[in-house]
């Protein structure tokens, strides 16, 4: 039976779970937060006082928090085309509906809350340029992203476990920041998120495990491919009006770098706690390969580490079009 063949046969055999797994990690749309349960209430006399006060308090914040938070919006934003990416996984059949459709879509829907409301902070805020980031998050999903994982259910699990915990990370720094510079508000509004983030972490990393259970070798293989080709962020075309794909990423991850929302340690230590959590040193059954596969990711955090010391992020801002120092 072709590789192929037997991620499908794994997933069909998993399908039968994806019914808890939606009960356990997902939360029903009655029950979930939505974006104006934070936001000023447009219905209300004092809409326009509570929108002044978000304003006012807005002032505060600093030019690389702004760019971090817009850029971790125009991610959010872009769900289309990761909708698109996990609706074309092995396994996933949309037209069916079967399992696995169900729970992208369920998935989606939770996500895409999180742009909604980041969207309509920014927006209220007057601190941005909105046409710039709405033409750049147009850009986002036009261009699409390849984060090499192709078809493969193993390898897109390993990168849904990682990017959703780095999510966390972001959004979690992002509300710890807001909080030190009096934005209660909008520091529990990124807590929320990061909420989400973390509890769709716990499920997708819940997946591998039990890929891990019933093909311990294809799995460990594929959290090696997805390691040595190197995680990259979803927003990795990420580009400003006007401009080619070039290097906007770069200078948005610098921006983020420098204020401590995401950093290079960071990627190695979520690149740690997926080696804990999978306990990839007590895994049984392996085949040669894999037992290599094994020893190379049981050394690449402290490899990793090494090279994250000789990190040079630039002391200087680059100037987004999205935020305009005249307007901070």
């Not at 809409?47 to 928090?65: G, H, M, N, T, W």
């Not at 979803?234 to 990423?249: Q, T, V």
């Not at 610098?254 to 290079?264: E, K, L, N, P, W």
């Not at 050394?299 to 090279?307: H, Q, S």
């Amino acid at each position: 039976m072709s590789i192929k063949n037997i991620r499908l046969e794994v997933m069909q055999f998993l399908e039968n779970k994806v019914e808890g797994f939606m009960e356990q990690y997902l939360i029903p749309v009655e029950s979930i937060w939505q974006p104006s349960d934070f936001l000023p209430n447009s219905e209300s006399d004092n809409f326009l006082e509570e929108v002044k006060e978000l304003r006012e308090i807005s002032k505060d914040l600093p030019y690389d928090f702004w760019v971090a938070m817009v850029g971790d919006m125009i991610t959010e934003e872009a769900l289309p085309t990761y909708e698109n990416w996990l609706m074309e996984v092995e396994g996933v059949d949309n037209l069916e509906r079967n399992g696995w459709a169900q729970w992208v879509r369920q998935w989606t829907g939770e996500e895409n809350r999180h742009g909604d409301l980041l969207n309509k902070y920014l927006y209220l805020s007057g601190r941005v340029n909105m046409r710039e980031i709405e033409m750049t998050t147009q850009h986002l999903i036009n261009d699409g992203f390849d984060i090499g994982t192709g078809r493969d259910p193993y390898k897109n699990f390993v990168y849904t476990s990682f990017q959703e915990l780095a999510t966390y990370v972001s959004h979690n720094r992002v509300s710890q920041l807001a909080k030190s510079y009096g934005d209660k508000k909008l520091s529990k509004m990124c807590k929320m998120i990061a909420g989400d983030e973390m509890r769709h972490h716990h499920a997708y990393s819940h997946f591998v495990t039990e890929i891990f259970k019933v093909d311990p070798s294809e799995m460990m293989l594929a959290f090696q491919y997805m390691m040595k080709a190197k995680i990259v962020m979803p927003a990795h075309f990420l580009r400003e009006s006007g401009n080619k794909i070039s290097s906007a990423f770069e200078h948005f991850s610098d921006s983020a770098q420098r204020i401590g929302v995401y950093t290079a340690n960071d990627y190695v230590e979520i690149m740690q706690k997926l080696i804990d959590k999978w306990e990839i040193d007590k895994i049984v059954g392996l085949t040669d390969e894999a037992e290599k596969a094994r020893d190379y990711l049981m050394k690449l955090p402290a490899r990793m580490a090494r090279i994250s010391e000789r990190l040079v992020i630039p002391s200087e801002s680059f100037q987004f079009k999205w935020v305009e120092p005249a307007r901070l």
